[in-house]
């Protein structure tokens, strides 16, 4: 059973469409996140939610919204995508906001063209 | 700017020899370290972490030394293994879980570790 899994796997798009990457846990955590790894190799966080709470929301366009229907799941929704955004995109959950009790997901591999 | 800096983007250890991966930064309100393995086509998982009270940390194989005089942290594995061929990305924080601004997670660019048998 896959603790934090995310759909697709690879996400191929056009520039100015909008797309969702989704992720579902099932380890029974309060708290969800949302990493972007550039083509730099960064890995930068851009939203975490708690108990279906936005909690962390950094410097993002406005075009991503997470959305959070239940504690299980957190969405990340990309409107008018740029080229800039092609990136691989993890998920992660914990119980508490902590950093040492993470799990990540396999990653979205979003490439634009 | 980058505020943590992993220089070595690879590195290449014999099995059953120790592997030392290293690890910079800059800002000195980072409080709490972290390293994190990732296999291909996996998310990161946590390893190891380190709070700045100690300037050592043990798990097994996996050591981590913090030097923050330095602002350097480096991490041990004796002896390695092929099974720990992957990426390690070092993190950090200054705190350990988020506190705003000051307690955002900001990782380092990866090194890429190959055991060879």
């Known amino acids: 059973d896959t603790a934090v899994s995310q759909t697709p796997k690879y996400l191929v798009t056009q520039m100015g469409n909008d797309k969702s990457i989704k992720c579902e846990q099932n380890?029974?955590?309060?708290?969800m996140y949302w990493y972007k790894q550039d083509s730099k190799k960064f890995l930068k966080i851009m939203f975490s939610y708690n108990n279906k709470e936005l909690i962390i929301n950094e410097t993002v366009p406005n075009r991503f919204s997470p959305k959070s229907p239940d504690k299980a799941h957190l969405n990340l929704h990309i409107n008018s995508l740029e080229l800039g955004d092609s990136a691989v995109y993890f998920c992660?959950?914990?119980?508490?906001?902590?950093?040492?009790?993470?799990?990540f997901g396999p990653g979205t591999r979003l490439t634009v063209l | 700017d980058q505020q943590v800096k992993q220089n070595s983007p690879s590195l290449s250890v014999q099995e059953g020899r120790i592997s030392i991966l290293n690890c910079d930064y800059t800002n000195s309100m980072f409080d709490y370290f972290l390293w994190y393995k990732k296999y291909p086509a996996e998310g990161p998982t946590f390893l190891i972490s380190i709070s700045s009270i100690k300037d050592k940390n043990e798990d097994g194989r996996f050591t981590v030394f913090l030097n923050k005089s330095a602002k350097h942290l480096s991490l041990h594995i004796v002896p390695s293994q092929p099974g720990d061929s992957a990426v390690y990305f070092c993190a950090a924080s200054a705190i350990v879980n988020y506190g705003g601004s000051q307690g955002n997670l900001i990782f380092g660019k990866g090194t890429k570790l190959s055991v060879k048998p």
């Open positions: 380890l029974g955590h309060d708290t």
């Open positions: 992660a959950s914990s119980q508490e906001v902590r950093w040492d009790e993470q799990f």
